[in-house]
């Protein structure tokens, strides 16, 4: 039953990140427009300072390390204000979801949660860059170019991906800590009833494995008008631990052989000892690697949580909403619905929501403080019984990204709920 919960949740994080798939694929990729003089600069001063202050100014002359200090700072300055500026992120990360109407003031939220990187890599003929990372104390999305000469001509982004050796891996002195908080929160959520002891041994099993907390990395890749490749790595982080410090594994990153009459749905899976096993071929790696990028994130804009009992519905469903959390990307709320749930619908004195209702009901928008209303799409329900109840998790993606801090309301079933009205968590 623990085992189950805890794949059951996996699951529903890895359908969450699917949610971007189709958008990530066909986005209009833009390469950064920062000059490649530049970009050595800062790549040098900020990888070795002291052998870039030696090419500067000489081996034998003092080290004049204020300067030192202050270019470094002027250079990882530059590098955020000009993102701030022209839109770096926006061009980052193209599935970020920008309002059109302000895009500086979507650039500057996502600027808040973004960690610049700007790490470079060379592995045989291979060169990939890390550019950034941005956190919304959920999801992870991190960006990345290549440069692979060998790319093939027929590259084709549509393509079903194998990314299985592929991974997030947290630095060891904060994975137990991590573990600890995600399966206490997992039995939480689920409302299974266990003892200390049981959590810690559960806790315990999960440390033998050295890709365990596994955030199911998710990559895509898009090649780009010069030839380059622009990746999005796409995870589950929650907000367990303070500034998370991460490695991005990347090797043998390949298409699948399609051939005709494959459905493009490919069974694969990597166990926690790192076990790799899928039921279908795959093409030469366009990036063997293997690549190490280790990086901090210290930068998140924190969901907000709020709890209460408003009564609503929707489409004739009576529920009532008990927490509501936003976020950068996503809304959530967590409702009980009033009527019994008969999924079979062969009960006639409980409720049934077909499987269309189920896959439709999500929050429909939301305002913020400056009185816009920001329409939700792609949300879903996902329902379950315990102790006779029936409760359910109900989502809505903003059109754009937004500030928590912002909102004021939701909308549910066309019901405007305040958050006034509810208990922020977090105070």
């Not at 365990?212 to 982080?237: C, K, N, Y």
């Amino acid at each position: 039953m623990t085992q189950f919960d805890i794949l059951l949740r996996r699951a529903l994080m890895d359908a969450n990140l699917a949610q971007y798939d189709r958008a990530l694929r066909s986005a209009e990729t833009k390469e950064p427009e920062f000059s490649p003089g530049y970009l050595r600069e800062r790549t040098r001063v900020l990888a070795d300072p002291q052998a870039w202050a030696r090419r500067r100014f000489g081996g034998r002359k003092r080290l004049n390390w204020r300067l030192i200090a202050i270019v470094a700072a002027l250079l990882l300055l530059s590098a955020c204000g000009y993102a701030l500026v022209t839109g770096q992120f926006a061009q980052w990360f193209p599935t970020i979801w920008m309002d059109p109407e302000a895009p500086e003031a979507s650039e500057e939220i996502v600027s808040r949660m973004g960690t610049v990187i700007g790490e470079p890599q060379t592995v045989g003929d291979e060169t990939m860059t890390l550019n950034a990372a941005v956190w919304d104390g959920q999801d992870l999305k991190l960006s990345l170019t290549a440069e692979v000469p060998d790319l093939p001509e027929d590259f084709d982004s549509q393509a079903p991906f194998y990314d299985l050796e592929c991974r997030l891996i947290m630095a060891e002195h904060q994975r137990e800590a991590y573990l600890r908080k995600e399966i206490a929160q997992i039995h939480a959520n689920s409302h299974i009833d266990s003892t200390e002891e049981e959590l810690e041994e559960l806790v315990q099993s999960h440390l033998e494995y050295p890709d365990d907390p596994d955030f199911h990395s998710v990559v895509r890749a898009a090649r780009q008008e010069d030839g380059t490749l622009i990746l999005q790595v796409m995870a589950a982080l929650f907000d367990y631990v303070e500034d998370p410090e991460l490695t991005l594994h990347i090797e043998n990153f390949a298409t699948y052989k399609v051939e005709e009459g494959d459905d493009g749905i490919f069974t694969s899976s990597r166990a926690p000892d790192g076990t790799v096993t899928t039921d279908h071929e795959i093409n030469e790696p366009f990036l063997k690697g293997p690549f190490d990028f280790t990086f901090t994130l210290d930068k998140k804009l924190s969901p907000i949580s709020y709890a209460g009992d408003i009564d609503a519905t929707y489409e004739n469903i009576p529920l009532r909403v008990s927490k509501i959390t936003v976020m950068a990307f996503q809304v959530c709320a967590n409702v009980d619905l009033l009527a019994l749930y008969d999924p079979s619908g062969e009960d006639p004195d409980k409720l049934h929501i077909s499987l269309e209702q189920n896959l439709a009901m999500s929050l429909n928008g939301l305002w913020t403080k400056d009185g816009e209303y920001v329409e939700c799409i792609g949300g879903t329900a996902f329902s379950f019984e315990h102790d006779g109840k029936t409760d359910g998790e109900m989502r809505g993606n903003p059109v754009h990204v937004i500030d928590p801090a912002q909102v004021t309301a939701v909308c549910i079933g066309g019901k405007r709920v305040e958050l006034s009205e509810l208990t922020r968590l977090d105070e």
